[in-house]
T-cell receptor, first 117, second 109 residues
C-alpha cells in the first residue's frame, strides 16, 4: 500500500530553537500533503495544505511565519516550527493522497511528538 | 458551522459487539471516513462511505445515512487490541476533511 514516512518520531527542543519535521511519500508522488496538529484527547486540526511547487495554504489562525512549510518535490514536504515555545508542544501528523489510486483514502505518516522545554 | 459529534468514550467486553455513532453537519458532503488511532500513533484507515448503506470489511462495518447526517462504525467479536480511539471524518464540499474528536473505546476482558 501507499506509505508515508514522517521523521523524526519525537523531538525535544529548547524554547527559541527551530525544529524541522519531514514527511515523505515513499512509493507514490503526492502533489498535495496535509499537516495536522493534535492535542491530547482532541481531534486532528488541519494546519495547512502543502502543494508541490507552490505556496502552502494555511488554515485560519495558523501563523505562516511560525510554521514554515516547504513542498519542494513530489515526495517531500517539510514543516519547520520556528522559535518554538512550550505551547507548540503537540503531536504533528502529515498525510498525503495518492492520486494514482482509486481510493480516496488519505495515508498518514507516523506522527511527530514535539516537546519544547 | 461545521460539526461532527461522536461519543467521548465507550466501554465494551471482549468478544462482544459495539456500535460507535457519528452525526455530522457540514458544508457539503463528499464521503465519510472512519479511522482507528492508538495512543501516540497516527490514525489508520478503516472505512469509507459515500453512498447510503452498509459497508462490511471483516469484523468492522460502517453505515451511512446521508439524509440523516448519520453514520456508525460496528465492531464485532471485539478483541483487546481494538482498544483505541475511533475518529469519524467527513469530506466537505471543498474536499477538506472535518474531524470528530474521536471516541475512546475501552475493551474489558
Amino acid at each position: 500500500g501507499a506509505v508515508v514516512s514522517q521523521h523524526p518520531s519525537w523531538v525535544i527542543c529548547k524554547s527559541g530553537t527551530s525544529v524541522k519535521i519531514e514527511c515523505r511519500s515513499l512509493d507514490f508522488q503526492a502533489t498535495t500533503m496535509f499537516w495536522y496538529r493534535q492535542f491530547p484527547k482532541q481531534s486532528l486540526m488541519l494546519m495547512a495544505t502543502s502543494n508541490e511547487g507552490s505556496k502552502a495554504t494555511y488554515e485560519q489562525g495558523v501563523e505562516k511565519d511560525k510554521f514554515l512549510i516547504n513542498h519542494a518535490s513530489l515526495t517531500l514536504s517539510t514543516l519547520t516550527v520556528t522559535s518554538a515555545h512550550p505551547e507548540d508542544s503537540s503531536f504533528y501528523i502529515c498525510s498525503a493522497r495518492d492520486p494514482g489510486r482509486d481510493s480516496t483514502e488519505a495515508f498518514f505518516g507516523q506522527g511527530t511528538r514535539l516537546t519544547v522545554v | 458551522g461545521q460539526n461532527i459529534d461522536q461519543p467521548t468514550e465507550m466501554t465494551a467486553t471482549e468478544g462482544a459487539i459495539v456500535q460507535i455513532n457519528c452525526t455530522y453537519q457540514t458544508s457539503g458532503f463528499n464521503g465519510l471516513f472512519w479511522y482507528q488511532q492508538h495512543a501516540g500513533e497516527a490514525p489508520t484507515f478503516l472505512s469509507y462511505n459515500v453512498l447510503d448503506g452498509l459497508e462490511e470489511k471483516g469484523r468492522f462495518s460502517s453505515f451511512l445515512s446521508r439524509s440523516k447526517g448519520y453514520s456508525y462504525l460496528l465492531l464485532k467479536e471485539l478483541q483487546m487490541k481494538d482498544s483505541a480511539s475511533y475518529l469519524c471524518a467527513v469530506r466537505d464540499s471543498n474536499y477538506q476533511l472535518i474531524w470528530g474528536a474521536g471516541t475512546k473505546l475501552i475493551i474489558k476482558p
